[in-house]
């Protein structure tokens, strides 16, 4: 570990600008080895309430910086990130475990974010309307929403910040972020960088602790006007409930079952690259990964010899070592869902094409899987594994697959191939959905609006629409005089 050896490597919160610590310490682990590679302050709720107060007056003051001002400071985070990709990249690899290679490319999506934003904050414009009575007329604004907080998850340690601080930073918010216990480290690592943007005090901070204890103070705290989540349906569900009280601002970033349908049109080895890329992103440890891989009976003999093939020859090992194409999950229980689904499809049929083993690395280790003959209804299909598992369902019609691919409580990501445009208008039309791949497993991008229908969430994060979440409209009725 030479983690020390970097400034931007902190284990204390930010707090209205400075680094706040306790006796009381969370452990971070490296979930390669289970070895403990720093501690963080378990703050308690009174600290959280003083930490809104802190932003509460930090957003009076830049809500009225100009937007350009604003933009520049977001701007100037975003080259700072950009320069640390390798240091930032090393934190992540060590608390998430994550492979290096995908842990510069998340810096790189958690930057573009950022740069996104920054520009945004320019355009956050009104609209001037007719009047509906002689003499008036109407101007609509949009203004800050207020204090924020962001409740963000171990998967993607930079990135499920970034989406949500910089667009709240643009539109004039200050924002508080509570990490997932799990990766405090590149959070309080991008807090560092947001001082030295620029960022004045109280307008970013990140706490840590324990996420109940913070969820809980920050929607009891009037003060707070908007919560950000991402992370579990149950949690964002029992959040929704806990700022019901006083009707706050909600985005949700939920749970995902994602189908990824392979029709017999399609360009077999084109869907094999594309459920690759999709399904083994940061070990299957992602909302939008495919959970149900339905392939249709003409295709799937020459799908499943050419995705076993490629799904052997995947490097698992730590991340830090060279060419290594899937790391650890981020705990044991995590594993223990992976086995959990693999034990019952088997039992309702099952085949085994590939691993299907914990592996002897240590506990939080288990081997990219296929399976096939999987049962529509197999736990597998019905819950979201979050671990390298690909269950191949067959099917027999178009029909038939949208069913299939529809009968889910969650409507986040859907992937198909097909070759016939009109099939794919047909089902992209048909399939319940926030986000549909044609052709491609590879679908998050800022300028896109990611998020999710039915259970899998309220909102969207990135495009245009991204800061909308962060402003409140004001409608304004004008009536003139002497007209
Ligand atoms: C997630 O798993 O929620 C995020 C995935 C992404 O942004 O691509």
Redesign the pocket.
């Known amino acids: 570990m030479t983690l020390n050896n970097t400034t931007i490597f902190k284990q204390a919160c930010l707090i209205n600008g400075d680094w706040m610590t306790t006796s009381d310490r969370l452990d971070v682990t490296n979930p390669a080895s289970n070895e403990v590679i720093a501690t963080v302050p378990n703050i308690d709720g009174d600290t959280i309430n003083k930490a809104v107060d802190a932003a509460e007056a930090a957003f009076k003051l830049w809500r009225k910086v100009p937007a350009p001002e604003r933009g520049e400071i977001v701007r100037r985070w975003h080259d700072l990130i950009v320069a640390h990709t390798d240091v930032l990249a090393e934190i992540m690899c060590c608390e998430q475990g994550k492979p290096l290679s995908e842990a510069k490319g998340e810096i790189a ?1 958690a930057a573009s974010y950022v740069k996104w934003f920054a520009e945004e904050a320019m355009r956050i414009n009104g609209e001037i309307l007719p009047g509906a009575a002689a003499g008036t007329h109407i101007r609509v604004s949009r203004e800050p929403v207020g204090v924020c907080a962001a409740i963000t ?1 171990w ?2 340690p930079a ?2 910040i970034t ?1 949500k601080v910089a667009p709240a930073l643009a539109a004039g918010c200050a924002i508080i972020v509570k990490p997932a216990s799990q990766t405090p480290l590149t959070a309080l690592a991008l807090g560092e960088l947001g001082i030295r943007a620029g960022i004045p005090k109280g307008v970013l901070q990140v706490v840590t602790g324990k996420a109940s204890v913070i969820g809980d103070a920050l929607c009891k705290n009037t003060k707070v006007r908007k919560l950000s989540f ?1 992370g579990s349906t149950e949690v964002g569900s029992h959040l929704m409930a806990q700022c019901s009280h006083d009707v706050k601002k909600l985005s949700l ?1 939920l749970g ?1 079952n994602a189908p990824f349908i392979v029709f017999d049109d399609a360009d077999i080895d084109r869907a094999v690259e594309g459920l690759l890329k999709a399904k083994f ?2 070990a299957g ?5 495919p959970n149900r891989v339905y392939v249709h009976n003409a295709v799937i003999e020459t799908f499943q010899t050419k995705l076993v093939a490629k799904v052997n020859a995947l490097k698992v090992g730590n991340g830090l070592d060279d060419g290594v194409d899937i790391g650890p999950l981020i705990d044991a229980p995590a594993v223990d869902k992976v086995i959990e689904h693999v034990e019952n499809a088997l039992r309702n049929g099952a085949k085994l094409l590939a691993g299907g083993q914990r592996l002897a690395f240590g506990s939080n280790w288990y081997a990219p899987t296929v399976l096939t003959d999987v049962s529509a209804t197999a736990q597998c299909a019905c819950e979201e594994t979050f671990g390298p598992l690909v269950p191949i369902i067959p099917f027999a019609s178009e029909e038939q697959v949208i069913g299939y691919a529809n009968d889910t409580p969650f409507g986040l990501a859907a992937y198909f191939y097909t070759d016939n445009l009109h099939r794919a208008q047909r089902v992209v039309d048909e399939i319940e959905s926030g986000m549909v791949g044609i052709n491609t497993g590879v ?2 991008a800022a300028n896109a609006p ?1 998020g999710g229908v039915k259970a899998s969430g309220l909102g969207r994060e990135g495009a245009h629409v991204g800061i909308e979440e962060y402003l409140e409209m004001k409608y304004q009725c004008y009536a003139m005089k002497n007209l």
């Open positions: 999506y998850p998967n993607f990135a499920m989406r991402t970033e995902g992103r940061n440890q992602t909302c939008i990964s679908i998050s990611f």
